[in-house]
C-alpha cells in the first residue's frame, strides 16, 4: 500500500551536515505522520523525530533537537530530514517509518508507525 525509500546517507566529519530523503509511493494519503529513527550497531532503534503530515507540527528527540530538522514536499511526497553539526555518536543506520492512522501522543515508539524503509548508513567520524 505504501512503500518508503530513503536515501541520501554517506560518511561525514564531525560537524558537517548531511540531508536525508524519504520518498513516499502507493497509497501516500494514507500516511498521518511520518517519523525518523536510527540503530546503532548493538543498540535498539531510536526515535529521532517525526512530522505531523496534515497540521505540519515537528516533534525531536533532545538529542538531535537544535542540529536536526525535519521538512517535507507533500508535491513530491518526500520528508526529509536535515542533520546539522553532526557528532560521532550520530553514526546510526537511519529509517523513515509511516503511520497509517491517526493518534494523538508524540508518535515517538516503534509501535506507533506500520511501514518502514530499508534504512541508509550514516557514518561520523571524529
Known amino acids: 500500500q505504501v512503500q518508503l525509500v530513503e536515501s541520501g546517507g554517506g560518511l561525514v566529519q564531525a560537524g558537517g551536515s548531511l540531508r536525508l530523503s524519504c520518498a513516499a509511493s502507493?497509497?501516500?494519503?494514507?500516511?498521518?505522520?511520518l517519523g525518523w529513527f536510527r540503530q546503532a550497531p548493538g543498540k535498539e532503534r531510536e526515535f529521532v523525530g517525526r512530522l505531523r503530515r496534515i497540521i505540519g507540527t515537528t516533534y525531536y528527540a533532545d538529542s538531535v533537537k537544535g542540529r536536526f530538522t525535519i521538512s517535507t514536499d507533500n508535491a513530491k511526497d518526500t520528508v526529509y530530514l536535515q542533520m546539522n553539526s553532526l557528532k560521532p555518536e550520530d553514526t546510526a543506520v537511519y529509517s523513515c517509518?509511516?503511520?497509517?492512522?491517526?493518534?494523538?501522543?508524540?508518535?515517538?515508539?516503534?509501535?506507533?508507525?506500520?511501514?518502514w524503509g530499508q534504512g541508509t548508513q550514516v557514518t561520523v567520524s571524529s
Open positions: 517509518a509511516a503511520a497509517l492512522s491517526d493518534f494523538s501522543g508524540t508518535a515517538s515508539r516503534v509501535d506507533d508507525y506500520d511501514v
Open positions: 502507493g497509497r501516500t494519503y494514507k500516511i498521518y505522520t
